[in-house]
């Protein structure tokens, strides 16, 4: 767990690093004095002094800051040209894009980086089968993917026309287009078909999705530690037979079986060298149904792409990501997903970067490349406090040519701090409290 935090801080730290070094470069090239860069909050440790700026260390070694010169109406005001409010316009709108604008570029470093790299998946074959409408938290008798006409078996080999060649493909294709009709090409006793579906959407989290699970082949592809299947003595390449004399033919049925078999005993059949093996296995209530075992994936390595073609990826997977991003803010602000589960706070940001860094360098790399491009998107909402609000404030002096009345802007952007404090320690409170119930 503590190494898992200190991974979250270390991702979201460089991101906010990033972000203020953003800040600081492009005041420099436009004159604007910077008095204080700190890497991290709270009182600074000064560790140089680089030109006319005092380059810091916070004490709260998290995040940072640009301290500008006359970017305040308690400062001491000499109206220089260096000071950011006497700065022309153009400037202060340079520098307020300076932020996110570094932060997406820094996203396009990572998923260049990533291609070049190269990365492994851990996937499951292209066909389905399908969920039952209580598995989506659907409302009708029908998910969207039975009202298409799919069924068991079905392997889709094309969404909009583009082919699929595994499980993500399939789920990056419908997760992205929620309440978009999609064309489905599948395969289905040799025969292809075309099917039109339009994905649900899952209030939790803003994805799309229809109601298919991928058709996995119930051989085991490994067992976990003192797990009920490793006391059995259940092995990797073991073929699950029957539950209760039922037959299994995928992780599903598998899955949905042991679910109604809490509390009591189960007789689980397994094939090991063409040869049966029975065990009686008691399932507690508060036992992990799963019995610890979890089913054969196919591994998938990514090719190392060239730095041109890498780059021109990054560029793409980066604009995906933007895009991804403001469709869910849309959504959102819309009421068609669950703020309460769909908004991740510092805490759960932290918590969830970390898990995933811990998987390996390149998931590291894409964990900070999304919520780099999140920082990006963010920043430019023009709310008090915000990146955004000082861009609609260069913009309003540009077009009224009045200077505007900083004490009046001090106001307003401190109300805006102080709403954005009590936004995140109310998601952080819900982020734990999702933890506490885990």
Known sequence: MVSTIILGIISIGILIFIHELGHFLVARVVGIRVEVFSIGWGKGIQLFKWKDTKIQLGLIPFGGYCKMAGDSAYDNLTGSKDEYYSSPPINRIMVALGGPLFNFM?????????????????????KIILAKPQDINENTQLTPAQKAGLKNGDIIIAINGKKVNNWDDI????????????????LRDGKELNLEVIPGIDKSTGRGVIGIYPWVEPVVGGVLPNSDAKKLGI????????????????????????????????NLVIERNGKKLNYDVLIGR?????LGIYFKQIKLHSPKYSLPESIELGVKKSLEATRDTVRGMILLFSGKIRAKT????????????????KEGFVYFLQVMSYISIALFIMNLIPFPALDGSHIMIALLEAVRKKKPNLEVIQ????????????????????????????
């Not at 820094?106 to 996937?123: E, H, P, R, S």
């Not at 789920?171 to 599948?186: D, M, S």
């Not at 004399?245 to 809490?262: A, D, R």
């Open 171 to 186: 789920t990056e294709n419908i997760i992205r287009n929620a309440l978009k009709k999609i064309q489905i090409t599948v």
């Open 342 to 357: 769909a908004v991740a706070g510092p805490a759960k940001i932290i918590y969830l970067s970390g898990v995933i860094a």
């Open 106 to 126: 820094f996203a396009i470093l990572l998923f260049t980086m990533i291609m070049m790299i190269g990365y492994q998946i851990k996937t499951y074959p292209n």
């Open 286 to 290: 508060n036992s992990d149904t799963t």
């Open 411 to 438: 106001r307003i952007q401190a109300i805006g701090f102080t709403l954005l404090i009590l936004l995140s320690l109310f998601v952080t409170f819900n982020d734990i409290s999702s933890f506490i119930k885990r």
């Open 235 to 266: 092995k990797p390449g073991d073929r699950v037979v029957s539950v209760d004399g039922m037959p299994i033919h995928n992780q599903v049925e598998f899955y949905h079986i042991l679910s109604k078999k809490k509390g009591r005993s189960i």
